[in-house]
């Protein structure tokens, strides 16, 4: 149990067009959501805390009008790239929790922006 | 400032060998999780450890919890080309909500 998927597994873009990544759990609610950002030979890093339908919490440095989260529903986030640049080219994990303690990882978008 | 260090950064040994991650902080953390990851996948949770001084197993894999909550060690015994991976160790702090911070990670590359 607890699966958690994301969509699409990979993109490629056009700098300055924009670019939706899904979260979704697959057999539990997800109150909470986290969208995590990792760049190649490095750690995980926090971007946001989404909760179910409320707005999303941003990390400090991470701007919320490039990267626009929606939490629809207890199994669906969505992770909009704004406007992308080269720069934003990452692999962009989400994770999703019914309590506070157990997050489930999805398996990674990784988004490359030419 | 990273919260959770880990050392060594890089790490390549022959199978059969023993090797130790440390994971480090200042800060204290109500539970500590340690994931490994492959590449082009989402991490995978080994085992999540929650009390001061804590040990346990996974087959060959063996975890401590700091008894101050602070710090953790993975040690791998005789160690396989199947343990090859990133290994991260991430903790949620002592009033942090259930925010996972994540260490900065240790890249294990094990060769026949």
């Known amino acids: 149990g607890a699966v958690v998927s994301q969509h699409p597994s990979w993109v490629i873009c056009k700098s300055g067009t924009s670019v939706k990544i899904e979260c979704r759990s697959l057999?539990?609610?997800?109150?909470?959501m986290f969208w995590y950002r990792q760049f190649p030979k490095q750690s995980l890093m926090l971007m946001a805390t989404s909760n179910e339908g409320s707005k999303a919490t941003y990390e400090q440095g991470v701007e919320k009008d490039k990267f626009l989260i929606n939490h629809a529903s207890l199994t669906l986030s969505t992770l909009t790239v704004t406007s992308a640049h080269p720069e934003d080219s990452s692999f962009y994990i989400c994770s999703a929790t019914s309590n506070a303690d157990t997050q489930y990882f999805g398996p990674g978008t990784r988004l490359t922006v030419l | 400032t990273q919260l959770l260090e880990q050392s060594p950064q890089f790490l390549s040994i022959q199978e059969g060998e023993n090797l130790t991650v440390y994971c480090n902080s200042s800060?204290?953390?109500?539970?500590l999780q340690w994931y490994r990851q492959e590449p082009g996948e989402g991490p995978v949770l080994l085992v999540t450890?929650?009390?001061?001084?804590e040990v346990k197993k996974l087959k060959r894999l063996t975890f401590q919890f700091g008894d101050a909550r602070k710090d953790s060690s993975l040690h791998i015994t005789a160690a396989q080309p199947g343990d090859t991976g990133l290994y991260l160790c991430a903790g949620i702090r002592t009033g942090g909500g259930n925010k996972l911070t994540f260490g900065t990670g240790t890249q294990l590359k094990v060769e026949l």
């Open positions: 057999d539990f609610q997800a109150t909470t």
């Open positions: 800060s204290v953390f109500s539970s």
């Open positions: 450890v929650v009390t001061g001084g």
